[in-house]
């Protein structure tokens, strides 16, 4: 939504398969900052200088949880620990407004940032290129760039776990349907996950949301559809 103060709402498009001309094609006419994982597909969006990336942290740490979790390596546990900081800053300005997030994280998030992204370096040096850590160190050097503008952007986030949660319902619903059964009801699909997801993060239950407007759609003015918007809808989360 282009709207600052309008409300936060959730879009799911359907693609037959992951070519990345997909990812160009949705996003036209839009401009400023997106939060994405590093899936090479998107690189298209960024060329034109419309779309600026911001990449995700929780990415990155992943990485090194993974390794920690299969090696116990030291190095991997300490960056964890070094990305927790970051967090820590983010934990404490959650409901701050973004010029106040913007004044914290430069007093207290830039000299961690700083100095993880100098220490990964470093640790870059001291071990085998062919291991699973210097390959999570490698990714997570060459995000650091695309992380950075969280620091000076109160509206950006350190990572996009939002859009990762909201997605996890279609990944389990890949495993329990197996399939959409056609084009056309992936494209149906999406609508229902678009409203269900839109719901949710304006603190709506989608059931009640969903029985509510199916409801008052018989009689509802077509001109008055807004008004059966999950944000203006008073059935709340449980």
């Known amino acids: 939504m282009g709207q600052r103060d309008a409300p936060p709402a959730a879009l799911y498009r359907f693609f037959p398969d992951r070519r990345g001309v997909h990812p160009t094609r949705h996003p036209a006419g839009f401009e400023g900052w997106t939060h994405a994982d590093g899936y090479a597909g998107f690189e298209d969006l960024y060329r034109g200088g419309a779309i600026h990336k911001v990449a995700c942290m929780a990415h990155v740490r992943r990485k090194f949880v993974d390794v920690h979790r299969a090696q116990g390596s030291s190095i991997a546990g300490e960056a964890i620990a070094r990305i927790g900081q970051l967090y820590a800053?983010?934990?404490?300005?959650?409901?701050?407004?973004?010029?106040?997030?913007?004044?914290?994280?430069?007093d207290q998030a830039v000299p961690v940032f700083d100095d993880l992204e100098r220490w990964l370096a470093e640790q870059l040096t001291t071990i085998s290129g062919k291991t699973p850590l210097a390959a999570a160190i490698r990714y997570a050097r060459g995000r650091m760039r695309r992380l950075?503008?969280?620091?000076?952007?109160?509206?950006?986030?350190?990572?996009?776990?939002?859009?990762?949660?909201?997605?996890?319902?279609?990944?389990?619903?890949?495993?329990?349907?197996?399939?959409?059964?056609?084009?056309?009801?992936g494209h149906a699909a999406v609508?229902?996950?678009?409203?269900?997801?839109?719901?949710?993060?304006?603190?709506?239950?989608?059931?009640?949301?969903?029985?509510?407007?199916?409801?008052?759609?018989?009689?509802?003015?077509?001109?008055?559809?807004?008004?059966?918007?999950?944000?203006?809808?008073?059935?709340?989360?449980?």
């Open 148 to 185: 950075r503008p969280y620091l000076d952007d109160g509206r950006l986030a350190l990572d996009n776990n939002p859009v990762e949660r909201a997605m996890r319902g279609v990944a389990l619903g890949r495993k329990n349907f197996m399939f959409v059964g056609s084009e056309a009801g």
């Open 191 to 238: 609508v229902a996950y678009t409203l269900m997801e839109t719901a949710k993060i304006n603190g709506v239950d989608p059931k009640a949301w969903l029985a509510d407007t199916l409801a008052r759609l018989p009689d509802h003015k077509i001109t008055r559809i807004d008004e059966l918007l999950p944000w203006r809808s008073r059935p709340a989360m449980p």
């Open 89 to 106: 800053v983010e934990t404490a300005i959650r409901s701050s407004p973004p010029g106040e997030r913007v004044r914290i994280r430069q």
